[in-house]
């Protein structure tokens, strides 16, 4: 006659349960880990977005303006828009243009426009810097 064994009771977890349960732990921990990373690489992407858009406005406005207008010399820009940062200083500058750039005398202008502020305790730079002929640039 067979007997019958009792039926085993299975208590605690399995193998795979324990794999599931550290992987998943592991990729909760890897994502908040990297939550203030991903805020400043956002925080930063709006501070120079920000920024090429004055400094594109900038350079528009001192095109329109026409050669005959440029004076050399340095001039603060005052943008609203550069109240949301951190330390900011923007100016332009406007100059001859270099002899190695215009040999023959050209008439034309170097404008360099510069904006700096701090951002996460750094400071930080961005610089254009273009040239304005009289009659366009040939």
């Known amino acids: 006659m067979k007997t019958t064994s009792p039926a085993i009771s299975a208590s605690g977890f399995s193998l795979v349960e324990v794999i599931i349960a550290v992987s998943?732990?592991?990729?909760?921990?890897?994502?908040?880990?990297?939550?203030?990373?991903?805020?400043?690489?956002?925080?930063?992407?709006?501070?120079?977005s920000r920024i090429r858009e004055v400094v594109a406005k900038k350079i528009e406005d001192i095109r329109i303006s026409g050669y005959d207008n440029l004076v050399n010399g340095t001039t603060a820009i005052n943008d609203s828009r550069l109240n949301s940062l951190s330390n900011a200083s923007a100016f332009t500058v406007i100059?001859?243009?270099?002899?190695?750039?215009?040999?023959?005398?050209?008439?034309?202008?170097?404008?360099?426009?510069?904006?700096?502020w701090k951002e996460n305790s750094e400071p930080k730079t961005y610089k254009v810097v273009t040239l304005i002929g009289k009659d366009g640039l040939r």
Do not use: D, H, R, W
Not at 26 to 44: D, E, H, R, W
């Open 24 to 48: 998943l732990v592991g990729m909760i921990v890897f994502v908040i880990g990297n939550i203030p990373n991903a805020i400043n690489l956002v925080t930063s992407s709006q501070s120079e």
């Open 95 to 116: 100059a001859n243009c270099p002899i190695t750039i215009c040999p023959n005398g050209e008439e034309v202008k170097q404008v360099s426009v510069t904006i700096s």
